[in-house]
């Protein structure tokens, strides 16, 4: 028996979307990122599925060598909207150093990342559509998470990567 993929209906894209975000809502990202590979098949540019699978990929994030950050870089880099691009810029390297610190990295390590993250969602934030607050909200929640990866016990400022490990600022 020969084992194939099969193609989805263009008018199952909708539902097909609602899955994704139902999967990822069950913390299932694996299968949500199996959806939106399905639909990017038939719609290359499809951006509710670009997003999806680049947030997909980031929710697999574990702090270790093996996560996606390259591929998710690429596919919220396809998105067509320059705010979006920005926006999920940040949010892609904040959750990579979300990752790192759930793994054991020191914390001071992480400052660069979240410091680029900052850095990205200032520059969403000059193009944000009207009544979009979205990076405002991720900014803060990024000053916070300074907050905490600094203090007396935090070690020195310099980022102590190992080759590798440190996403392109």
Known sequence: MEVTLKSISA??????????????????????????????AIEPHNQAALRQLALSITDQFTGSTEDRFGE??????????????????GLLRERWAKGQLRAGRPPHTLRP??????????????IRPAGNDDAILRWNRCVRLLQGLTGPDSGPEQPGFEHGDSPPV
Not at 32 to 38: G, H, T, V, Y
Not at 113 to 126: D, G, H, P, Q, S
Request: net charge negative; aromatic share 12%; with cysteine.
């Open 11 to 40: 008018g199952g894209i909708a539902e097909a979307l609602s899955k994704v975000e139902t999967y990822r809502y069950l913390n299932q990202p694996e299968e949500a990122e199996s959806i939106c590979q399905d639909i990017l």
């Open 72 to 89: 998710s870089e690429g596919v919220f880099q396809r998105l067509a909207d320059p705010y979006e691009r920005q926006y999920y810029a």
């Open 113 to 126: 990342a979240v410091e680029t993250a900052l850095r990205y969602f200032a520059e969403a934030e000059k």
